[in-house]
């Protein structure tokens, strides 16, 4: 990576800046370009060593996007390639990301965790290991999957299962020789699961109350269509669910060799072994929820209920598109509660069980009853603290490429803002 820890070329480092800015994946980037647009001093803060590092070192191999690249549309920098509806691999992220780095130029203190936010009067302490500094204003772009979370029968099952997160997967050859259980049918695990059946692996899944998509409907992919019927712009104002739509479980789909479905009642046809929801674990076998069925009804309405939206759309508006050429199935899985260790020859287990957020160091009352920041459109109820990138924090594409440049944008306006009253008090202030 051609990355350099650089610092703001108008203070020294350890003078205070009007804003730091915390974490430099697509978030802190896009901060940064709306910040430089306004001709703000800033700094980004980076714990690991190179920039976007989640996106280098947490995402495995066979690793792709499931939104198509003309929604990679990071300020100032719109996807470039000569693919728009295609899905770029781990590799083209990167060097996306790469690229927008080398355009940006941006001030970045690499190796830099933080480990303490504080407010200090009308401004905030950031403590690193190597340094102290300070700040008018902070911006918290770091996401919110910190932690991985595995359920706690892992500890229950024998010590010669290898277990894997999510975040440490790589390829079905980083796992020993045998059966793979993968826990969890969120984006990850249902990805995951194809890539281990597709290396000839056999898997057992653990079906959870994810919903599904179609990755195309009637000749286009449905990303495009929900684009086309204003989807995307939807606030979370607006969404049906309200307050509860970060909460909810992204649809499984892929973007893997051009896109195609993720139907998990025809990878039971292919051989792979479906189960309910995980319930329990001994140092004999696993035992599960009987809700298989249900599970996968659930997910089947859920992409029923997408691709009659579109269809309505269709209709109303008079557009001439292809017939729906997807694949269906209604298989039912026989439903198993219990599977053995040692008949399944289980070896190893993929867990595919999200993430929990961490802001233990972020020592200010900006979070709720469960530690969920409290924010509107990313501005806390802290004067001068600020988040970004997160799910749902506006819009659907608030946590992603696509929406998260807008978000910025409305931060950078609340900053200057911020900054204009702060600078005029003092003005006042001297003049009396």
Request: aromatic share 10%; hydrophobic share 35%.
């Amino acid at each position: 990576m051609n990355t350099t820890s650089v610092h703001s070329k108008t203070h020294p480092r350890d003078a205070a800046y009007p804003v730091i800015i915390i974490g430099a994946g697509q978030a802190g980037l896009a901060m940064s370009y709306w910040l430089q647009q306004r001709d703000i001093d800033h700094l980004i803060l980076e714990k690991a060593a190179t920039f976007a590092d989640g996106w280098q070192s947490q995402r495995w191999d066979a690793f792709c996007l499931v939104t198509p690249n003309w929604q990679c549309q990071l300020p100032g920098y719109p996807y470039p390639g000569d693919d728009p509806n295609g899905f770029m691999v781990k590799d083209e992220i990167v060097a996306y990301l790469q690229g927008y780095f080398d355009f940006l130029k941006p001030p970045v203190a690499f190796s830099s965790p933080v480990t303490n936010v504080v407010k200090t009067g009308t401004g905030f302490q950031v403590d690193t290991p190597s340094q102290t500094y300070t700040a008018d204003q902070v911006v918290v772009a770091c996401g919110a999957y910190h932690t991985p979370f595995t359920l706690p029968c892992a500890a229950k099952m024998p010590a010669t299962i290898t277990h894997v997160h999510t975040r440490d997967y790589k390829n079905p050859d980083q796992l020993p020789p045998g059966d793979v259980l993968v826990v969890g049918t969120g984006q990850s695990g249902c990805q995951i699961a194809e890539d281990l059946h597709l290396a000839g692996r056999k898997v057992h899944l653990c079906v959870g109350q994810a919903p599904r998509v179609n990755r195309r409907y009637r000749g286009q992919d449905v990303v495009k269509w929900l684009d086309d019927m204003g989807y995307y712009h939807t606030t979370i104002d607006q969404h049906p669910e309200g307050k509860n739509a970060p909460k909810a479980t992204n649809h499984y789909v892929t973007g893997r060799d051009g896109g195609r479905d993720l139907n998990l009642r025809i990878f039971a046809e292919q051989g792979m072994q479906l189960y309910g929801r995980l319930q329990d674990a001994d140092q004999n076998g696993l035992s599960f929820h009987d809700d298989l069925h249900q599970n996968l009804d659930y997910a089947d309405e859920v992409a029923r209920r997408i691709t009659d939206s579109i269809e309505k759309y269709i209709q109303e508006n008079g557009i001439v598109a292809p017939a729906d050429d997807n694949l269906h199935s209604e298989y039912a899985p026989p439903v198993k509660t219990r599977l053995d260790f040692k008949a399944a020859n289980i070896t190893s287990v993929v867990w595919a069980t999200g993430f929990k957020t961490d802001y233990h160091w972020l020592r200010l009352p900006a979070f709720d009853g469960s530690g969920t920041p409290m924010q509107k459109r990313g501005v806390s109820p802290v004067q001068g603290l600020y988040f970004l990138g997160l799910n749902w924090m506006h819009t659907w594409g608030s946590g992603r490429f696509y929406h998260v440049g807008q978000d910025a944008e409305f931060l950078s306006k609340q900053i200057r803002q911020q900054r204009e009253m702060a600078q005029g008090e003092a003005t006042m202030s001297e003049a009396v």
